[in-house]
């Protein structure tokens, strides 16, 4: 799912193009909920999940177990390949100026196989970047690896984390370790079209398209597919949650660690999840953040499914508060006050775009990252009001397409790498009419996320790889040391219920929840209660018993705002 935890470690640094990260989602797969009272809801009380059209018994029963995994080829492959990692190590010195990284920062590179299967084949390199523990050597833990999820998003600037106060304790007895995964930045990056084509804008998102519009999005879709293909030839079907989980035991071996110390957020849950249900025996200590719903029947379709839901839930949460603020921003009284705004601001866009560069599709991809992450909600709300006294410049800063050929490419990239993975992890439906039947039904009662979120994956529908049945994410009592699952209870990029669902599948999993927050990736962030958990699972291995739940982090403030030509409010 689109989705990746910058509040915490990486809103700090800086380090990602929201732009690039949010346009759509689904990490993983991204709430007046439609799918049951509320996004979740029907899961916490442990009601049945909502049938999906492509879900069927056999293809449930499908799902890998670890046991078929560990007889296959591939699993050969990755001991070759981490023995031979191990052999080699990682020669880190200075960084490429491409990566745009300080000293103490060093950087080197892994090798591991395109495909398993043929360890003796093709290889690409994966560029990792590090920094040593900076405690005393008696207090040093070995290698703390971080991801921030994605698919397509790269963990490069992780290393920096330590310069922040969240971090010292960590820093102090870790070296801090980040990569690009397989596909990422410079590690074999992958294409599916232009950069230039794919930022071009401005663009629609019509809540309820016409058919017109759904005829233009299944030809783009078709396209798009078919440029994945001819990019990435025979290496396509080879981007997938399972390789990513190949690919870090390799890292693992070249670190020269036995076992592996791990944070994955958003979808770095999944491929982390993946990885202890294959390499249980190698995993030292494990943080989840923000977890996607590992059940196979829900990858990655149910899970698009259910993040469009919950995001509907969180537009609502934004809309509320920015009415609580109307004497600041004079956008409404009521979160339908302000939902009139919002649609008085589409409709003037999609007459004349702001700026000339954004439309309906930019002005809901950067609302968009309200939902993500309420540190977003003064500006976006700010820019809303700016834009509806006059001033568009507020709304096209935030919201125009990164058109520089840099920001251009990484942003394709990370998009390619999102649709490959999650593609070939699973089963989609490629009947046209089973993704119109369920996103037209889904769109009555959550409109704003929905659409956007089905045309960016529908390029699965006419996808040239193999689809993979998805892995069944689950270890035995004792099989896995403890880990820890960290989850924000109103979080829409990876609902609530998903933390449930991996906590019920890894024996000895604990489960800290923020209580009515939603911010997406909370580790590392405002809230020290659950930055003390994390310290004191990764400096110790303590995790709370049984599960633990911290008060929410303080609602953003207000900006404050000239008076000067106010609008009245909205009722």
Same mark, same amino acid.
């Given at each position: 799912?689109?989705?990746?935890?910058?509040?915490?470690?990486?809103?700090?640094?800086?380090?990602?193009?929201?732009?690039?990260?949010?346009?759509?989602?689904?990490?993983?797969?991204?709430?007046?909920?439609?799918?049951?009272?509320?996004?979740?809801?029907?899961?916490?009380?442990?009601?049945?999940?909502?049938?999906?059209?492509?879900?069927?018994?056999?293809?449930?029963?499908?799902?890998?177990?670890?046991?078929?995994?560990?007889?296959?080829? $591939?699993? !050969?492959?990755?001991?070759?390949?981490?023995?031979?990692?191990?052999?080699?190590?990682?020669?880190?010195?200075?960084?490429?100026?491409?990566?745009?990284?300080?000293?103490?920062?060093?950087?080197?590179?892994?090798?591991?196989?395109?495909?398993?299967?043929?360890?003796?084949?093709?290889?690409?390199?994966?560029?990792?970047?590090?920094?040593?523990?900076?405690?005393?050597?008696?207090?040093?833990?070995?290698?703390?690896?971080?991801?921030?999820?994605?698919?397509?998003?790269?963990?490069?600037?992780?290393?920096?984390? =330590?310069?922040?106060?969240?971090?010292?304790?960590?820093?102090?007895?870790?070296?801090?370790?980040?990569?690009?995964?397989?596909?990422?930045?410079?590690?074999?990056? #992958?294409?599916?079209?232009?950069?230039?084509?794919?930022?071009?804008?401005?663009? $629609?998102?019509?809540?309820?398209?016409? @058919?017109?519009?759904?005829?233009?999005?299944?030809? !783009?879709? &078709?396209?798009?597919?078919?440029?994945?293909?001819?990019?990435?030839?025979?290496?396509?079907?080879?981007?997938?949650?399972?390789?990513?989980?190949?690919?870090?035991?390799?890292? !693992?071996?070249?670190?020269?660690?036995?076992?592996?110390?791990?944070?994955?957020?958003?979808?770095?849950?999944?491929?982390?999840?993946?990885?202890?249900?294959?390499?249980? %025996?190698?995993?030292?200590?494990?943080?989840?953040?923000?977890?996607?719903?590992?059940?196979?029947?829900?990858?990655?379709?149910? +899970?698009?499914?259910?993040?469009?839901?919950?995001?509907?839930? !969180?537009?609502? +949460?934004?809309?509320?508060?920015?009415?609580?603020?109307?004497?600041?921003?004079?956008?409404?009284?009521?979160?339908? =006050?302000?939902?009139? %705004?919002?649609?008085?601001?589409?409709?003037?866009?999609?007459?004349?775009?702001?700026?000339? &560069?954004?439309?309906? =599709? @930019?002005?809901?991809?950067?609302?968009?990252?309200?939902?993500?992450?309420?540190?977003?909600?003064?500006?976006?709300?700010?820019?809303?009001?700016?834009?509806?006294?006059?001033?568009?410049?507020?709304?096209?800063?935030?919201?125009?397409?990164?058109?520089?050929?840099?920001?251009?490419?990484?942003?394709?990239?990370?998009?390619?790498?999102?649709?490959?993975?999650?593609?070939?992890?699973?089963?989609?439906?490629?009947?046209?009419?089973?993704?119109?039947?369920?996103?037209? $039904?889904?769109?009555?009662?959550?409109?704003? $996320?929905?659409?956007?979120?089905?045309?960016?994956? #529908?390029?699965?529908?006419?996808?040239?790889?193999?689809?993979?049945?998805?892995?069944?994410?689950?270890?035995?009592?004792?099989?896995?040391?403890?880990?820890?699952?960290?989850?924000?209870?109103?979080?829409?990029?990876?609902?609530?219920?998903?933390?449930?669902?991996?906590?019920?599948?890894?024996?000895?999993?604990?489960?800290?929840?923020?209580?009515?927050?939603?911010?997406?990736?909370?580790?590392?962030?405002?809230?020290?209660?659950?930055?003390?958990?994390?310290?004191?699972?990764?400096?110790?291995?303590?995790?709370?018993?049984?599960?633990?739940?911290?008060?929410?982090?303080?609602?953003?403030?207000?900006?404050?705002?000239?008076?000067?030509?106010?609008?009245?409010?909205?009722?």
């Amino acid at each position: 799912m689109r989705a990746v935890a910058k509040y915490g470690v990486l809103s700090a640094l800086g380090s990602l193009a929201l732009s690039a990260v949010v346009v759509a989602p689904a990490a993983g797969a991204d709430a007046a909920a439609p799918l049951a009272a509320a996004s979740g809801t029907h899961r916490q009380t442990g009601a049945a999940k909502p049938p999906y059209e492509h879900v069927d018994a056999s293809t449930a029963d499908a799902a890998t177990s670890a046991t078929a995994l560990a007889s296959a080829p $591939e699993t !050969r492959g990755v001991v070759l390949a981490a023995h031979r990692a191990a052999v080699a190590g990682i020669a880190f010195g200075t960084c490429p100026k491409e990566e745009m990284l300080p000293k103490p920062v060093t950087c080197g590179t892994v090798s591991v196989p395109v495909d398993y299967a043929r360890p003796d084949g093709a290889a690409i390199t994966l560029t990792v970047s590090r920094v040593r523990a900076a405690g005393r050597p008696a207090q040093r833990q070995g290698a703390f690896v971080y991801n921030p999820g994605g698919p397509g998003a790269s963990s490069m600037s992780f290393p920096m984390a =330590g310069d922040l106060p969240e971090w010292k304790k960590i820093a102090a007895a870790y070296d801090l370790v980040g990569y690009a995964p397989r596909g990422v930045a410079r590690s074999a990056p #992958l294409s599916c079209e232009s950069p230039k084509e794919f930022v071009k804008g401005p663009t $629609e998102a019509p809540e309820h398209p016409t @058919e017109a519009y759904k005829q233009q999005r299944i030809a !783009r879709a &078709k396209a798009y597919a078919r440029g994945c293909a001819e990019k990435a030839g025979d290496a396509l079907g080879h981007y997938t949650s399972l390789d990513n989980a190949r690919d870090l035991d390799v890292l !693992r071996a070249a670190l020269g660690e036995k076992k592996l110390t791990f944070m994955g957020a958003s979808y770095g849950t999944y491929f982390g999840a993946v990885y202890a249900t294959l390499f249980p %025996s190698h995993v030292r200590r494990m943080v989840f953040d923000s977890a996607v719903d590992p059940d196979p029947t829900q990858i990655w379709y149910g +899970d698009n499914m259910e993040q469009s839901a919950a995001f509907e839930r !969180r537009w609502a +949460d934004f809309r509320t508060w920015v009415a609580r603020h109307d004497k600041v921003y004079h956008l409404g009284t009521t979160a339908v =006050g302000v939902q009139r %705004s919002y649609e008085l601001v589409r409709a003037r866009v999609a007459r004349e775009p702001a700026g000339g &560069k954004v439309g309906p =599709g @930019e002005l809901q991809a950067a609302m968009l990252s309200a939902g993500y992450y309420d540190d977003y909600w003064a500006m976006r709300a700010a820019a809303l009001s700016a834009y509806l006294k006059g001033d568009p410049k507020p709304l096209t800063d935030q919201a125009a397409p990164l058109t520089q050929p840099l920001a251009a490419r990484d942003a394709e990239n990370a998009n390619a790498v999102y649709t490959a993975v999650e593609c070939n992890d699973a089963p989609w439906p490629t009947r046209w009419q089973d993704w119109d039947r369920d996103n037209t $039904e889904l769109a009555r009662t959550a409109p704003f $996320e929905t659409w956007a979120n089905a045309f960016m994956n #529908l390029p699965c529908a006419y996808w040239a790889a193999p689809h993979r049945q998805p892995v069944d994410v689950r270890t035995a009592p004792g099989q896995l040391p403890p880990t820890l699952i960290l989850a924000a209870e109103r979080d829409a990029a990876t609902p609530y219920a998903g933390a449930l669902e991996l906590r019920r599948r890894l024996s000895g999993a604990v489960l800290v929840t923020e209580r009515d927050a939603g911010t997406h990736g909370i580790a590392g962030g405002p809230n020290a209660c659950v930055n003390a958990y994390v310290n004191d699972y990764l400096l110790t291995g303590a995790t709370p018993g049984g599960q633990a739940s911290c008060a929410p982090h303080a609602a953003p403030n207000p900006l404050s705002l000239p008076r000067a030509r106010a609008l009245p409010s909205v009722k």
